[in-house]
């Protein structure tokens, strides 16, 4: 089992969801997050361009067997993209070995319960 | 002057009162909304709690200090019949209870010092800051508000005209917030780090109570239910679109966008210009200062950026610049009647000579006698939070109170 946390635009959230069901992946959980990354977006305030110090982002946290690793991050990349070759901030994936799942209704482990 | 109560203007004048009060909450919201999450409620209090602080020290001696007849040579007022109000409770003046009239001047003494919060926001202690206001009220306001507005107040005699407080409310507070702002120096990371507001809904709703209440302000200035009522709140309205819409035509030339922020500042120019003049221009006149001050205003948030001194939310750039050239350029604009009115040894060159006399002396009593009551505060009570302090932000360090309960999981 892998754990994928991918980080994307806000704007690009509905696309990468309606994406990842459409490949048969719907258990994922989404948070709001801040961070630095490469991408510098300003803002306007009262004709001053000002560039925030931590910049919002959308956090996608998807518990995945290792059979749908691959096309997740497949889906993920391709729908999170805002230009045909990708921008500068539009976000990582990172994949991390995931030990358990357990489902808290029936106290089910492994792969399954994802 | 005892008299009948004229129930119109009575009425008038206790609606203008309610508006001028609508502004305090109305400043609280505007300013609230553009500090960081942890100063929200820090700052929103320093609007209110003028409320508190002049509420009482205005019926008590504040009333006495302005609108009573000049003493010691004219420089404060006095009358022993205001102290605490006690000779007032059947009087009645031009048709008006004078405790309306008192309640109505009391709003400007209280909204005056709050504006000057913008420019020393996220970074004074509550205690300092209410010190500060109480100092600023007696040596600032009271005597400026006696000789613009008292019974033979000198800069009334020379015919300054002014009449909702261009010189007594937004350049006395303009230029105290530049010289408190520049006492207390720049946040802690100011211009470095970016400092965002925690809420532009917040601000744009306070901007729109803003601009609601300014017509009890300026029309309520008059001091009547008449011609000049209607006048003065023409011009207010009109003002205040046209620095509106002047700021917008600004930032989409030159950005390509037009921000909310950018809107509710230019509605401020419009309403801070047309204050002093309200009263005596016409509607092309309140159209072309509205438009002016924006641009003003406009360049003078840019030069601050340049500069480098920290008006946290740009009292100076927009009270202090615009409601100067609103208290100057009016001159310009004056209604025929009115010149007429005043007789043919009416000059424009004369008039203009006596604004520049009553801007330059509000600038020089603001900026001295802030910078001395500054200095005054710092070594007494303390103005200016320690870095740990201003850090940790005003909400948690002098309330102990959360202004958004949001994150909280219970």
């Not at chain 2, 001696?61 to 010691?72: D, K, M, N, Q, S």
């Not at chain 2, 011609?227 to 950005?255: N, P, V």
């Amino acid at each position: 089992m892998k754990m994928i946390t991918a980080i994307i635009r806000g704007e690009r959230l509905d696309e990468v969801r309606e994406a990842l069901v459409a490949a048969g992946i719907s258990r994922i959980t989404v948070s709001r997050c801040t961070g630095h990354g490469r991408a510098v977006e300003a803002g306007l305030y009262r004709g001053q361009e000002t560039v925030p110090n931590l910049t919002p982002r959308v956090r996608l946290d998807i518990a995945v067997n290792d059979e749908f690793m691959e096309i997740t991050i497949d889906t993920v990349q391709r729908a999170a993209r805002t230009t045909e070759a990708g921008s500068i901030g539009d976000g990582k994936i990172f994949v991390t070995e995931l030990l358990l799942c357990v489902r808290i209704s029936d106290g089910e482990r492994g792969g399954g319960a994802i | 002057m005892n008299g009948e109560v004229d129930a119109g203007t009575t009425a008038w004048m206790l609606v203008s009162t309610a508006l001028v009060l609508l502004m305090i909450p109305g400043l609280a919201m505007f300013y609230g909304g553009l500090v960081r999450t942890k100063n929200v409620l820090g700052t929103m209090m320093h609007s209110f709690v003028p409320l508190a602080i002049i509420g009482v020290l205005w019926p008590v001696v504040g009333y006495a200090l302005t609108f009573g007849e000049g003493i010691l040579g004219g420089v404060i007022g006095w009358n022993s019949d205001y102290f605490l109000l006690m000779g007032i409770d059947t009087t009645v003046t031009n048709g008006v209870p004078e405790y309306v009239l008192a309640m109505f001047q009391g709003k400007f003494a209280i909204i005056t010092p709050a504006l000057i919060s913008g420019a020393i926001a996220e970074r004074v202690y509550l205690r300092g800051y209410s010190l500060f206001i109480v100092l600023w009220f007696l040596f600032v306001y009271a005597p400026l508000c006696h000789w613009v507005w008292g019974p033979g107040g000198w800069l009334l005699e020379r015919g300054l005209i002014d009449l909702a407080g261009g010189t007594v409310i937004h350049v006395s507070a303009g230029f105290s917030a530049l010289a408190a702002a520049l006492f207390l120096g720049r946040r802690k990371g100011y211009p470095d780090t970016a400092m965002l507001p925690n809420n532009l809904v917040m601000t744009m709703m306070g901007a729109g109570l803003l601009w609601v209440g300014w017509f009890g302000f300026n029309a309520g200035s008059t001091v009547q239910s008449g011609m000049d009522t209607a006048r003065a709140l023409t011009m207010t309205q009109i003002s205040a679109a046209s620095g509106a819409l002047t700021w917008l035509i600004i930032e989409a030339l030159e950005f390509r966008r037009a921000t909310a922020l950018g809107f509710v500042s230019g509605i401020l120019a419009g309403l801070v210009a047309i204050t002093p003049a309200a009263g005596v221009v016409h509607p092309a006149g309140a159209l072309v200062l509205g438009a002016i001050s924006s641009g003003a205003c406009y360049l003078a948030l840019k030069a601050k950026a340049r500069l480098g001194y920290d008006d946290s939310l740009d009292c100076f750039g927009i009270h202090g610049v615009g409601s100067g050239l609103g208290v100057l350029l009016l001159v310009f604009f004056i209604r025929s009647e009115w010149r007429a009115a005043a007789g043919t040894d009416w000059t424009v060159t004369g008039q203009l000579v006596t604004q520049i006399i009553g801007v330059a002396t509000t600038i020089v009593l603001a900026t001295v006698g802030t910078l001395l009551i500054c200095l005054l505060v710092e070594k007494t009570v303390g103005f200016r939070l320690s870095d740990r302090e201003e850090k940790a932000g005003l909400d948690h360090v002098v309330h102990g109170e959360t202004g958004y309960g949001l994150m909280n999981l219970n």
